[in-house]
């Protein structure tokens, strides 16, 4: 299977703490976390397919949403 977008991404190094209620609930593990920075590589027609897929009406504000609102696979690469 392949993927429909990369992305450039560092380990989260920083501690994070889930807050709720403005309390903190705990501690976050980062082994599994990463900052996604980019540059964002979509496919050609995987890019197509989102913005057809969310159309011009969506509430999209960043392009993790996108990804998720589309479905789209998207590859990490940590330099």
């Not at 807050?19 to 027609?45: C, M, S």
Request: proline fraction near 5%.
């Amino acid at each position: 299977m392949g993927t429909d977008v990369t992305v450039v991404a560092f380990p989260v190094i920083d501690t994070c703490k889930e807050v709720i209620d403005g309390l903190v609930r705990r501690t976050i593990p980062r082994d599994t976390l990463v900052d996604a920075r980019g540059p964002w590589v979509f496919q050609r027609e995987a890019l197509r397919h989102a913005l057809d897929r969310v159309g011009t009406g969506a509430d999209i504000s960043n392009l993790i949403e996108l990804c998720l609102a589309a479905r789209l696979r998207v590859r990490v690469r940590i330099p």
